[in-house]
């Protein structure tokens, strides 16, 4: 049997519990998200590696460089759907996605450029030739 004070702690810890849900579905919709404050613009490089048929290529070592660069800015290693998303600042710039395969001595590695303008999706496809 209770006494007399643990009812009223029980019936207390119900009312606190009734009160925080009824409180809590209003601060949400009213305070705005931290993360959204300070979020800046960006551009998204989409690209899928292609093999030498018509089919996708899986596991494929994908570098991002500014055009001109040596310095590489990502990596990423293509899904199984050989695709692969590099996020970048929005802006007027020029990439270089470069495919990290082995290659003869005198071929170049597969790769393909990409032009962003400002904060927007560009997709290109990365063939792998040899």
């Known amino acids: 049997m209770r006494t007399r004070s643990a009812r009223w702690v029980s019936v207390t810890a119900v009312a606190a519990l009734v009160a925080a849900l009824l409180v809590s579905p209003t601060a949400l919709l009213s305070a705005p998200a931290a993360s959204d404050k300070h979020q800046k613009p960006y551009a998204l490089i989409y690209a899928t590696v292609w093999g030498k048929g018509a089919e996708t290529v899986y596991g494929i070592k994908v570098e991002l460089r500014r055009a001109g660069s040596k310095k590489v800015i990502a990596e990423q290693i293509s899904n199984h759907t050989g695709e692969v ?6 802006g007027k710039q020029d990439y270089t996605l470069t495919a990290d395969v082995k290659s003869s001595k005198d071929k170049a590695k597969p790769e393909v450029s990409a032009h962003v303008e400002n904060d927007e999706r560009v997709e290109v496809s990365l063939h792998l030739t040899e």
């Open 85 to 90: 998303a590099f996020r970048v600042p929005a």
